[in-house]
Nanobody
């Protein structure tokens, strides 16, 4: 079992930045690819960013390319999502997820956190 806990969400004005953190339990954190997803009310959950087990490969959704950056610290069992130049359309609940696969599909992820709210005002 893997437990994931997100933190770092909050309120920010457009153009501002936030850094989300996702702390994972277990001693095999480095074996998991980590993904960030988001879901706004009335909308489907969508892919945001993906990081490989080694940390050497990343994938980003088109709307966040050049603005968001995903990273991991295996010593701390933590993955981060640095969000810059935030826009109102980034407003959503952000979830981190873990799996031994490397995929942008939320259906393929085995473990999920509870989510953290990000609200961007205009």
């Amino acid at each position: 079992q893997v437990q994931l806990v997100e933190s770092g969400g909050g309120f920010v004005q457009a153009g501002g930045s936030l850094r989300l953190s996702c702390a994972a339990s277990g001693r095999t954190f480095s074996r998991y690819a980590m993904g960030w997803f988001r879901q706004a009310p009335g909308k489907e959950r969508e892919f945001v960013a993906l990081l490989s087990q080694s940390g050497s490969s990343t994938t980003y959704a088109d709307p966040v390319k050049g603005r968001f950056a995903i990273s991991r610290d295996n010593a701390k069992n933590t993955v981060y999502l640095q969000m810059n130049s935030l826009k109102p359309e980034d407003t959503a609940v952000y979830y981190c997820a873990a799996d031994t696969s490397y995929s942008s599909s939320p259906a393929l992820y085995r473990y999920w956190g509870q989510g953290t709210q990000v609200t961007v005002s205009s």
